[in-house]
């Protein structure tokens, strides 16, 4: 099983190949995507479920976009959703163990901002998985356009 996502920089930047994600060594279990510019960290593949589940739930969606933009209270969250101030607070919970958003306490309130950097190594992913496309439909539109075979 393939558990973890990697960049590794092994192709010209501007080239086909550039910015693919290939099998990596699968007793490390490592998909490596290659990239112009190498990403730091890996993402394992149970942190890649805890991302895209916490972002599957619209609500969760929307706290991150929110909190993106400016830091916001539980409270202020909660009153903007017609649903329980615990029921947001395990919407927060959910979305801090993906790593989308951070919590503090400041007092007796509890702060929420959101983590850029994660939603940047997620579009890093995102992109790898976007170039393996791209590289795919080029290949078969190169197909499509040769001279078909003569039979005579």
């Known amino acids: 099983m393939i558990t973890g996502y990697q960049a590794r920089t092994t192709a010209e930047p501007g080239s086909v190949e550039s910015g693919s994600i290939e099998p990596g060594n699968v007793e490390s279990g490592s998909i490596e995507p290659r990239s112009a510019a190498p990403m730091t960290a890996e993402l394992s593949e149970a942190e890649v479920d805890r991302i895209f589940r916490a972002l599957a739930d619209a609500t969760r969606r929307d706290i991150v976009r929110r909190t993106l ?8 969250l ?29 007092g007796r309130e509890r702060v929420v901002r959101g983590a850029p950097e994660r939603i940047e190594r997620i579009q890093d992913l995102l992109r790898g998985f ?5 590289g795919r439909i080029g290949r078969m539109d190169d197909l499509f356009a040769e001279d078909p075979p003569t039979t005579g």
């Not at 649903?83 to 947001?88: E, K």
């Not at 976007?130 to 791209?134: D, V």
């Open 78 to 106: 909660a009153g903007d959703y017609d649903m329980s101030f615990a029921a947001v607070q395990k919407h927060v919970t959910a979305l801090e163990a993906a790593g989308l958003v951070v919590k503090e306490a400041r």
């Open 69 to 76: 933009s400016s830091e916001a209270t539980i409270s202020e």
């Open 130 to 134: 976007e170039e393996i496309w791209r």
